[in-house]
Structure formats: C-alpha cells, structure tokens
C-alpha cells in the first residue's frame, strides 16, 4: 500500500469517517463497515482530505484540465481539491452544478470555471453510477471530455451483476476511476494494526461474499 493510501485510512478511521460494526447499505447488505465522507465537516478535515485527493490524482497520471464537482458533495472537493493541486504547483480551474437552473444573474446549471478539455470528475464514492453518467452527459453537451473520476473509496463492491460500480463506470464510458484507497487497502491496514483481528475476520468475509477481484 502506497503511503499516502494507509495514512488515508488511518485518517478517515481517527476522524470517525471510516467505522467498525453493523451497517445496513443501500443494497439491503449488512456491511461490517461504513464510510461516510460527510463528516469531513470541517475546515482541518477538508483540507487534509483535499491533499489525499490531490496525491492520488498525480499519482495515477492521469491528464486533465478542469475539475468538476457534482452538487452537492462535490462542489466542495471540487474547491478544497482545486487549492490543494494549486498548493502543489498545478493551478487547476474547477466548476460545479447547480440542482436547479437559475434565472437571473449569470444564469444556467453550471458555476465557476467553462467546461472545456479534459475534465476530471470528482466525488467521494461511485455507489450506483447516476452521478457519474449526469456529469459525464454535461460534459459532452459543452464539448468537453470526461478524463476519468477520482473517489475517495473504492468499495470494490459487486452490484446486481459481476462488476462493481466503479467498473461499470469504467466500462460504460471508458475513463478510468482513481481512488484515494480501496477495498484491498482497507484490508491491508486491518491486517497490519495490532487489536482489529475482529474487524479483519469480518470485512474479510464480506468480500469473500460481495467482493469483485482484484484489478
């Protein structure tokens, strides 16, 4: 596991994000973990969690022009991760959408910067993929591209068929999805901390049992 993936976790599990026991998900599946990037809720949390985003998007090379930020969560990473590149020496534009087109003033769906190039989706989780395909849609209808989504976790998870929904994504529109950490990473850390051989057990057997391969 890359470094910054571990310290990503131990993060996440310290800010109460990432949490041990019985948990139902959208899928009616009793999960023995829960990742809720909601409670990144402050100004010390976003920031530390918009330099994971950033390490991980230069780490996986891949080339973009604008970021793109989903309402609602997204439009806070979006702004957070944006700062964070720019931090790093890569001043990067970003822009967000509104639920409802506004009338007035500059009017329109879309605020910030034109959608224009390669644009790099950003979120905290893929679950069913209706956000991706929305962005994915209002990016083409302004001439742009999709130049993949970055997440914060990859649940590595199978849907109702084979494939998980970030490798539905992947498939459907040919980008590829990076995550801060994943799944394997998770186990990783569980497997090298000292007292979480019950939580190792369980989330062990949930991916026997839900889980899709490694890539």
């Known amino acids: ?3 910054f993936r571990r310290e990503f976790i131990e993060f996440a599990v310290a800010q109460n994000v990432l949490c041990f026991g ?5 899928a009616g599946r009793t999960s023995p973990y829960f990742f809720n ?4 809720n402050d100004g010390a949390s976003v920031g530390a969690l918009a330099q994971f985003y950033a390490q991980a998007v230069q780490a996986s090379g891949v080339k973009f022009d604008v970021l793109f930020g989903p309402a609602y969560k997204g439009i806070v990473l979006a702004a957070a991760t944006s700062v964070a590149l720019a931090q790093a020496g890569l001043n990067t534009p970003f822009a967000y959408n509104r639920k409802e087109a506004k009338d007035h ?3 329109g769906v879309l605020v910030g910067a034109p959608l224009k190039g390669r644009v790099l989706i950003i979120d ?3 679950s069913a993929g209706t956000s991706v395909r929305e962005s994915v849609a209002m990016i083409r209808s302004h001439g742009a591209e999709p130049a993949g989504v970055l997440i914060a976790l ?5 849907g109702q068929g084979d494939l998980s929904a970030v490798q539905e994504v992947q498939q459907q529109f040919g980008i590829p999805v990076i995550a801060i950490a994943s799944l394997d990473d998770l186990v990783g850390y569980l497997e090298n901390t000292s ?3 019950g939580n190792r057990e369980k989330v062990a057997a949930y991916r026997a049992q839900y889980g899709i391969r490694s890539a």
């Open 22 to 26: 019985e948990f139902i998900t959208k």
């Open 154 to 158: 990859d649940r590595m998870e199978r």
């Open 1 to 3: 596991m890359s470094d």
């Open 195 to 197: 007292g979480m051989t």
């Open 105 to 107: 003033g500059e009017g």
């Open 37 to 40: 990037a909601g409670l990144f």
């Open 124 to 126: 905290d989780v893929i």
